[in-house]
Antibody, heavy 124, light 113 residues
Framework: QFQLVQSGAEVKKPGASVKVSCRTSGYPFIGFYIHWLRQAPGQGLEWMGWVNPKSGATNYAQKFQARVTMTRDTSIDTANMGLSNLRSDDTAVYFC?????????????????WGQGALVTVSS | DIVMTQSPDSLAVSLGERATISCKSSQSLLSSSNNRNYLAWYQQKPGHSPNLLIYWASTRESGVPDRFSGSGSGTDFTLTISSLQAEDVAVYYCQQYYTSPPTFGQGTKVEIK
């Protein structure tokens, strides 16, 4: 049974940083890219970037380039996403999702397994 | 970035009837190297994560009921639910993975009439 289990909800003030983790199980962690996406309340899905658990390579959406950091810890099969300088419009549910073989340089971004989501609320 | 546009934004269909959702992309999603369309469909039920239904425009993910089907090529795609069931009430998203960044349509909400 493939699982991606994310950390819990967070409440942050504007200007602060947040870190969301995504612990995987049931498959080889280093075998597949982990992507991060978000969904603002009542809105659609927005892709933020990916981390290759095998190499540690990352690729970020241009919109988040200056504020996001994606890492992985292969000892505990966990991917992490950090977002800094939070604003009110960063309030959203943040998802991790598995997508594409890590053996190739660029993932095929089909998201076949998702975490349960982590609500990040940014409010003063 | 490739813009994905779905229509309609919402639709209400009677139980057992057909539901059809359209998705158009701002550029072709058909690869000349492998003749595949880089288009996926997801279902998201309220309070849940999205669930992959279809990829390569028409390949059903394992475990997805066969009442869900995808068709189309190039820039025009369709998701069809052949006989709507109560558990199909959800928002449906198309997504292109032809180029980075992957982008989604705005979603289509399917309800029971």
């Amino acid at each position: 049974q493939f699982q991606l289990v994310q950390s819990g909800a967070e409440v942050k003030k504007p200007g602060a940083s947040v870190k969301v983790s995504c612990r995987t199980s049931g498959y080889p962690f280093i075998g597949f890219y982990i992507h991060w996406l978000r969904q603002a309340p009542g809105q659609g899905l927005e892709w933020m970037g990916w981390v290759n658990p095998k190499s540690g390579a990352t690729n970020y959406a241009q919109k988040f380039q200056a504020r996001v950091t994606m890492t992985r810890d292969t000892s505990i099969d966990t991917a992490n996403m950090g977002l800094s300088n939070l604003r009110s419009d960063d309030t959203a549910v943040y998802f991790c999702a598995r997508g594409g073989s890590a053996a190739i340089e660029e993932p095929t971004a089909v998201f076949d397994y998702w975490g349960q989501g982590a609500l990040v609320t940014v409010s003063s | 970035d490739i813009v994905m546009t779905q229509s309609p934004d919402s639709l209400a269909v009677s139980l057992g009837e057909r539901a059809t959702i359209s998705c158009k992309s701002s550029q072709s999603l058909l690869s000349s190297s492998n003749n595949r369309n880089y288009l996926a469909w997801y279902q998201q039920k309220p309070g849940h994560s999205p669930n992959l239904l279809i990829y390569w425009a028409s390949t059903r993910e394992s475990g997805v009921p066969d009442r869900f089907s995808g068709s189309g090529s190039g820039t025009d795609f369709t998701l069809t639910i052949s006989s709507l069931q109560a558990e199909d009430v959800a928002v449906y998203y198309c997504q292109q993975y032809y180029t980075s960044p992957p982008t989604f349509g705005q979603g289509t909400k399917v309800e029971i009439k």
